[in-house]
């Protein structure tokens, strides 16, 4: 019998990047996450048929002008029973899951200089990869994170405006390790 399941685990990791303050009506975690100051100001665990512009903003300081949303994604499930061979055998028989998770960042800066929005989108990025390895257990919903051959993975689409607006898209990859009893 499983004891976490992909929902589970989705949900764990919206809350390790979001906080726990959940927003029923939003349907998102914001409002006391731990990268707030960097500007992630929502953590959605599931794509949304629509995204108030509050959502990139929701938290920050008067004036900081830009902020970011996340939106959890996982691909890829891939399901394995460890043997003898590969560890110690008093893990022998289990049932390693690895979920394969996208965090899908937008950024929306209104700001005069496209720099001052790609310097910040740095700097969340930077801040995701830290906060992942300061805990590689995602708040204890994995057994690790990021912590593979893959690592963690950034990938940056080419800011673009909109109405005055400089919008960036980008995807924080890593594999979320579970392990599950098969018995």
């Known amino acids: 019998m ?15 990047f979001g906080g726990t303050q959940y927003d029923q009506v939003a349907r998102a975690y914001r409002g006391n996450g731990p990268l707030l100051s960097y500007g992630l100001s929502s953590v959605r ?15 920050q300081l008067p004036g900081r002008g830009m902020g970011a949303l996340m939106v959890l994604e996982m691909p890829e499930t891939r399901d394995t029973i460890l043997t003898v061979g590969q560890i110690p055998a008093t893990l022998a028989g289990k049932r390693k899951l690895v979920y394969a998770v996208q965090c899908h960042v937008y950024h929306m ?23 992942i390895y300061s805990d590689p257990t995602l708040g204890g919903i994995c057994y690790q994170a990021g912590i593979d051959s893959a690592g963690i993975r950034t990938l940056i689409d080419p800011s673009g405006e909109w109405k005055e607006i400089t919008v960036t898209h980008f995807r924080v990859n890593f594999n979320a390790e579970v392990q599950i009893n098969v018995s």
């Open 2 to 16: 499983a004891v976490t399941s992909r929902r589970i685990v989705r949900t764990g990791i919206a809350q390790f």
């Open 45 to 59: 665990a599931y794509q949304a048929k629509r995204i108030s512009d509050k959502d990139y903003v929701m938290g």
């Open 109 to 131: 800066a209104h700001q005069a200089y496209a720099e001052d929005a790609e310097a910040d989108v740095d700097d969340l990025d930077q801040a995701l990869h830290e906060h």
